[in-house]
């Protein structure tokens, strides 16, 4: 059983189109991560939850809504996205947040706006 | 804010080889991690480095923070065809959040 699983995978919408990522991790962590590595440029932070809190919002447009209804789940909802907004949208998780601890990805969900 | 500076961006290596890549910063990390990241999935943690001065071993890899707690190294040994894959460092500066900053990634191919 992989450790963080996300769903879909691949993903193709329209300007218009609502949409949610999931992401489950498997590995009894307390924090939660959505990045975003589109090409050419470094993976960037989006959201951190801890304990099913949000601690941080990197500047994210709104048109990404995060929900973590508990410690296993997040997801990311999605309304009308600009092209732009394609790229491979990662989860993560690890043991606590903070410094120090570890964080393990997700397969990620390729997600392409037309 | 913080960047990290990764180097090479790309190399090409016969198999065998050494390879060895580092990444830079301009301010100081708590905390360095190396990922390795196959086209389609999502970046595998290969070694994690919490020390100045902390070498690691995990295999062929071996990382180590530097000493300024603003640079590490990741070196492969004896290169094998299945190394090949976008390498990537990350540091956490924030305690509180976690937040990771990479670099920008390290491309590695092998020939056999």
């Known amino acids: 059983e992989t450790g963080v699983t996300q769903t879909p995978r691949h993903l193709v919408m329209g300007m218009t189109n609502k949409k949610s990522l999931k992401c489950e991790q498997h590995?009894?962590?307390?924090?939660m991560y959505w990045y975003k590595q589109s090409a050419k440029k470094p993976l960037e932070l989006m959201f951190v939850y801890s304990l099913e809190e949000r601690v941080e919002n990197n500047s994210v447009p709104s048109r990404f809504s995060p929900e973590c209804p508990n410690s296993s789940h997040l997801f990311l909802h999605l309304h009308t996205l600009q092209p732009e907004d394609s790229a491979l949208y990662l989860c993560?998780?690890?043991?606590?947040?903070?410094?120090?601890?570890?964080?393990?990805f997700g397969p990620g969900t390729r997600l392409t706006v037309t | 804010g913080q960047q990290l500076n990764q180097s090479p961006q790309s190399m090409f290596i016969q198999e065998g080889e050494d390879v060895s890549m580092n990444c830079t910063s301009s301010?100081?990390?708590?905390?360095w991690l190396w990922y390795k990241q196959d086209p389609g999935e999502g970046p595998v943690l290969l070694i994690a480095?919490?020390?100045?001065?902390e070498l690691t071993s995990n295999g062929r890899l071996t990382a180590q923070f530097g000493i300024t707690r603003k640079d590490s190294f990741l070196n492969i040994s004896a290169s094998i065809p299945s190394d090949v894959g976008i390498y990537f460092c990350?540091?956490?500066?924030?305690?509180?959040?976690?937040?990771?900053?990479f670099g920008q990634g390290t491309t590695l191919q092998v020939k056999p």
């Open positions: 301010s100081i990390f708590n905390t």
């Open positions: 480095l919490y020390k100045a001065g």
């Open positions: 993560a998780s690890s043991q606590r947040q903070g410094a120090g601890y570890e964080q393990y």
């Open positions: 990350a540091g956490q500066g924030n305690r509180n959040t976690g937040k990771l900053i």
């Open positions: 590995l009894g962590h307390n924090a």
